[in-house]
């Protein structure tokens, strides 16, 4: 079946005017057009490509990779409003709809969202939602706490910023666990602090617990290399300084900084600590 919004192996059936035919193993075609047709090709010969519904809203193909595909999640430009709804840029000819009752807020030209693109059932047509939550599922939960996730930053709330776990579940970091610039749309790795009876997730940034001690010593040994192996920061510094030179935490600094005082890998004195050489 070629389902719209997703890539597709085809095979190149046959050659015509407005381009080739495409066919997947139950003979379903579709048109790849000529301005996307490769430069050297022969028919039965196999071709990636992207299908999607064009401006008459006939399935088509292109070789184009786009932004978003069914069931993800991405930041988009907004770059059409309508009285229908908005429109996004997702890389291809025809830009990707999203409906009025799909925006938490009424989108603007020139703005960017994080958006999920959907199968809209009643017309059959790829749409997409700024209404990212209503899109994850914490009913039964398939994370663990300590386990690495992958993380979307979602939005920004008054205990700090719900995040998209792995693309299926809401999790939630703190303020006070965040020590780093992060951005709505940003993706990156995390872990699983807590998981919560009513199955809300609680994400940190570092490894929880004991686990953190060996990312931030590391981290802490970095910049030392980077900075001629001197930094001024020491454990009576400011919970800001140690947060904006080193991105953590007080705490989780005084514990790695003693983890390599203990390994000898560094030296620690009133004006800030300073990296050992190995004969040291």
């Not at 749309?185 to 807590?194: A, E, P, S």
Request: charged share 30%; with cysteine; proline share 5%.
């Amino acid at each position: 079946m070629l389902r719209i919004g997703e890539y597709h192996v085809l095979t190149i059936d046959r050659e015509t005017e407005p381009g080739l035919f495409l066919r997947d193993d139950d003979g379903n075609d579709v048109l790849l057009p000529n301005k996307y047709i490769p430069e050297q090709f022969e028919l039965e010969d196999e071709i990636r490509v992207f299908v999607y519904l064009d401006h008459e809203e006939r399935p088509v193909a292109t070789t184009l990779n786009p932004l978003i595909k069914l069931d993800e999640f991405a930041m988009l430009k907004c770059v059409e409003v309508t009285d229908f709804g908005a429109f996004l840029d997702w890389g291809l000819e025809k830009h990707l709809f999203v409906p009025f009752k799909e925006q938490v807020y009424p989108m603007t030209i020139g703005s960017r969202y994080l958006v999920f693109c959907y199968l809209d059932l009643e017309t059959d047509r790829l749409v997409a939602s700024s209404k990212v939550h209503a899109f994850l599922d914490n009913s039964e939960l398939t994370v663990e706490p300590f386990e690495e996730v992958d993380l979307i930053i979602s939005n920004k709330t008054d205990l700090g910023y719900n995040v998209i776990v792995n693309e299926i579940h809401l999790g939630l970091i703190y303020k006070d666990d965040i020590f780093q610039q992060v951005n709505i749309g940003d993706r990156m790795k995390g872990f699983v602090k807590k998981t919560r009876p009513d199955g809300k997730i609680d994400i940190t940034l570092q490894r929880p617990g004991y686990r953190s001690i060996e990312p931030n010593a590391q981290l802490i040994l970095d910049e030392l290399e980077r900075n001629n192996g001197y930094l001024p920061v020491t454990d009576k510094s400011d919970p800001k300084e140690i947060q904006r030179m080193l991105e953590m935490s007080k705490k989780s600094f005084k514990r790695a900084a003693g983890t390599l005082y203990k390994q000898r890998r560094i030296e620690i004195k009133d004006d800030g600590i300073y990296l050992l050489n190995d004969q040291d």
